[in-house]
């Protein structure tokens, strides 16, 4: 059994960038100035991107397959061609 972290964003995959780089110049902007709540700004900004992701847990329970092959063959006429 083998557990992961997939990614299934709500957006189409350019616009969530282009909307998480914006999201992030604009909480470095308000570092930069020294605004007051910007570690609260970030962490909305945060929870937001996060939200839009849509991250799934995934488990996978695989079992191994038996080597047995059905072979058929066909001898008929019209496989004489």
Not at 15 to 24: I, M, P, Q, S
Not at 29 to 45: E, K, N, T, Y
Not at 60 to 80: F, G, Y
Request: cysteine-free; aromatic content about 6%.
């Amino acid at each position: 059994m083998s557990t992961s972290i997939g990614f299934a964003p709500h957006l189409p995959l350019i616009l969530f960038w282009v909307l998480a780089g914006l999201a992030a110049l604009l909480v470095l902007g308000s570092f930069v100035i020294g605004a007051r709540g910007a570690w609260a700004r970030a962490l909305a900004l945060i929870a937001v991107v996060l939200a839009l992701a849509n991250p799934l847990i995934v488990r996978e329970t695989r079992e191994p397959l038996s080597d047995v092959v059905a072979l058929v063959i066909d001898h008929s006429q019209s496989m004489d061609i």
